[in-house]
């Protein structure tokens, strides 16, 4: 197990027992979000955001779930978080996953990829694409750094209500958990609860049975959308 340093268990502790009132009090994992921030952002730190991520790109097989942790949600504090500027990219990436429009699929998965390196959406469509040319390193690659991003997203909470909701830094990043549970989507919307917000699909399984799935999506919303507004 990695060693932490005594500062780090102090803010474990701390955040376990007390809890803030301020927006990104919440918690993922027992971690809450200011600890994030300042684990990510803080230079030299065991969990840098920088030197976390040239290891995840080079799929290192070493990483921990605490990193892959670190790594999607320490991404809303990285400066190229834009989420509602990448949707669009990766709504035109999710046209062109096809051997015929692969080199432009590509290309557009880099530029995805550059400034949201962890976009579920990117990774998944990227391992299609490669898989259709016969690229499959490149497409194991890829798929592998999805699976287990989404399994830190699928830990994030159950998704079976307001209060135990998934935790997302992207609204596309509902599509991929939807997609990758086999449902169809029957409508969605967006409502805000107790000063935070939700992404609410609803969503129908194999046996025609609905039900909804609740994504607190509180940090792209606020985040993203001040970026929007800029």
Known sequence: MRYLSKKYFFYLFILIFFQNINLYSQEIQGISYDIIKQMTTEKNGVYEYNTLLKRFQA???????IDYLMLYYGSV???NYHPYKHIVWEDSLGRLTDAKNAPKALQMMEKIL???PVSLSAHI???YTYHAIG?????VRHLYLYNRLISVVMSSGVGNSYENPI???SPKDAEMVVMGNQLSIVSKSINGQNDKYFLVYLVKNKEKKEYPIYFDITLAYTIGMEKVKK
């Open 59 to 65: 799929a290192d097989s070493t990483l921990l779930e």
């Open 77 to 79: 504090y990285q400066k």
């Open 114 to 116: 550059e400034e949201n």
């Open 125 to 127: 469509e990227g391992a």
């Open 135 to 139: 690229r499959k390193k490149e497409s």
């Open 167 to 169: 935790i997302l830094v």
